[in-house]
């Protein structure tokens, strides 16, 4: 049975990842951290085994710690981590450098899966969006993403790992052909560039559309989350799946399984 400790237990996708591992009796929900108020942290349930602001104290209990609090709990949750050589999901975005560097460090102790969505349907349209920039290496690409209201980041995470993708099959880095802003006396558009445009509006889960567009015909790829359950039921596959893992930084590709590139080791 592998145990789980959940960082960020108050925030929303903490709580529908709680809801996830109970409806699984396969599992075993450790405890979980919060450092809010004791009402934010009674919404783990009464089942939870273990809470407590005490990252340390849970983290030598668990086999895998799944953390969707906030970037700026990121290097306390891989310090515990590493001290307790336990593996960890991080799916917290809006990510630094240094969190990315940090992240880095702690996969040459342990097992890290860091990742902008753990949706399993993402990170199939990540795979086709690879293939596709690939195969048409001077098709235009617009990435829009759609979210509700409250999400401050933009463009999204997802939409920023999906345009990554299709810079990487072309043999790119994202910067080098990330499309400016528009602008009416702005240069004409180079081929082969990766715009982005995002929508905040009411209560939307998440959507992402990837256009490639070429002379004469377009590929549109779409995906679109109808519920936060989603990305809980990922998150779930994800901790299970990196429990016992070698030291390594991993994606949800690796999760996806046959066709994935494997680990990327520091």
């Given at each position: 049975?592998?145990?789980?400790?959940?960082?960020?237990?108050?925030?929303?996708?903490?709580?529908?990842?709680?809801?996830?591992?109970?409806?699984?009796k396969s599992l075993h929900l450790q405890g979980?951290?919060?450092?809010?108020?004791?009402?934010?942290?009674?919404?783990?349930?009464?089942s939870v085994a273990r809470v407590t602001s005490e990252l340390d104290v849970l983290a030598v209990e668990c086999d895998v710690l799944v953390d969707f609090s906030h970037a700026d709990a990121?290097?306390?949750?891989?310090?515990?981590?590493?001290?307790?050589?336990?593996?960890?999901?991080?799916?917290?975005?809006?990510?630094?450098?240094?969190?990315?560097a940090a992240i880095d460090a702690a996969a040459?102790?342990?097992?890290?899966?860091?990742?902008?969505?753990?949706?399993?349907?993402?990170?199939v349209l990540a795979r086709l969006v690879a293939n596709a920039a690939a195969a048409l290496p001077d098709w235009d690409i617009d990435i829009v993403d759609l979210h509700h209201r409250g999400k401050r980041d933009a463009p999204s995470g997802t939409a920023l790992a999906l345009g990554a993708a299709a810079a990487?099959?072309?043999?790119?880095?994202?910067?080098?052909?990330?499309?400016?802003?528009?602008s009416a006396d702005g240069p004409v558009r180079p081929r082969g560039t990766v715009g982005f445009?995002?929508?905040?509006?009411?209560?939307?889960?998440?959507?992402?559309?990837?256009?490639?567009?070429?002379?004469?015909?377009?590929?549109?790829?779409?995906?679109?989350?109808e519920s936060r359950d989603i990305f809980a039921a990922g998150a779930v596959r994800a901790?299970?799946?990196?429990?016992?893992?070698?030291?390594?930084?991993?994606?949800?590709?690796?999760?996806?399984?046959?066709?994935?590139?494997?680990?990327?080791?520091?």
């Open positions: 049975m592998v145990r789980i400790g959940v960082v960020g237990s108050g925030g929303r996708m903490g709580k529908a990842i709680i809801a996830a591992l109970h409806k699984d979980v951290v919060e450092r809010g108020d004791a009402h934010e942290r009674g919404a783990a349930g009464p990121v290097p306390a949750t891989l310090a515990a981590a590493r001290r307790a050589r336990v593996a960890v999901v991080i799916g917290t975005t809006g990510l630094s450098a240094a969190d990315h040459r102790d342990i097992a890290v899966l860091q990742t902008a969505n753990t949706s399993v349907g993402v990170a990487a099959a072309r043999g790119l880095a994202l910067a080098d052909v990330r499309l400016p802003s528009h445009a995002s929508l905040r509006a009411g209560s939307t889960a998440g959507d992402h559309m990837v256009l490639f567009a070429g002379d004469g015909e377009r590929i549109e790829l779409h995906h679109r989350a901790a299970v799946w990196l429990a016992g893992r070698p030291p390594g930084r991993y994606t949800m590709d690796d999760v996806l399984g046959p066709g994935a590139a494997g680990p990327t080791r520091p």
